[in-house]
C-alpha cells in the first residue's frame, strides 16, 4: 500500500501480474469530482509515459468514481513492473547511485517531451495541461 492507493496484486494461472490501484479515502478525503479528476491526470500520465524510454507500466483498464461503477469506487488496473519497492535508508551506495542514475535517465528523457507548462496532464489522448491538483486541494477551476 502506497500513501494515497491500495495497490491489490492479481496473478492470473499463466503467472501474468497485475495490480489493482485503488485511490484510499476518508472522511478528510476530497469530493468525488477531484477524485476522478487525480485519476484521469494519472491515466493520462501513463499515455503520456508510454511514448517515452521511460519504464512505465501498461494500463489495462480504469474507471471514475463517477460513472456509477458496480465497484463504487475509481480504480485502475495496471500491469506489475518488477523489482522490489525502494527503502532509500537501507540502500547501499552502489544500490543509491543506481537510483539515481535511473533518474537522470528518466529526467533526461521526459526533458524531450512537448510539454510548454507545468500543470496535471488533462487528457489522456493529447498532452494538454489542466490545473495543478493534489488530493488536499478541492477548487478545481483555477491552476495554483
Known amino acids: 500500500m502506497g500513501g494515497k ?6 496473478v492470473f494461472e499463466d503467472g501474468v501480474r497485475w495490480l489493482a490501484r485503488i485511490r484510499r479515502f476518508t ?8 477524485r476522478d479528476y ?5 491515466i493520462a500520465t ?3 509515459l508510454e511514448a517515452t524510454a521511460v519504464p512505465t507500466p501498461k494500463l489495462f483498464d480504469y474507471t471514475f468514481e463517477g460513472d456509477g461503477n458496480p465497484v463504487g469506487v475509481g480504480y485502475m488496473l495496471i500491469e506489475k513492473l518488477p523489482g522490489t519497492s525502494l527503502q532509500w535508508h537501507v540502500a547501499s551506495s552502489k544500490q543509491k547511485f543506481k537510483v539515481l ?5 528518466a529526467f533526461i ?3 524531450k517531451q512537448p510539454l510548454s507548462e507545468i500543470g496535471c496532464l ?3 489522448s ?7 491538483a493534489r488530493d488536499v486541494l478541492t477548487d478545481l477551476t483555477h491552476p495554483i
Open 27 to 34: 472522511a478528510s478525503s476530497p469530493p468525488p469530482k477531484l
Open 46 to 48: 501513463l499515455k503520456c
Open 126 to 132: 493529447s498532452h494538454q495541461i489542466g490545473p495543478f
Open 101 to 105: 542514475e535511473g533518474l537522470a535517465d
Open 38 to 42: 487525480l485519476i484521469q491526470s494519472e
Open 122 to 124: 488533462k487528457n489522456p
Open 109 to 111: 528523457e521526459l526533458q
Open 5 to 10: 492507493n491500495y495497490h491489490i496484486e492479481i
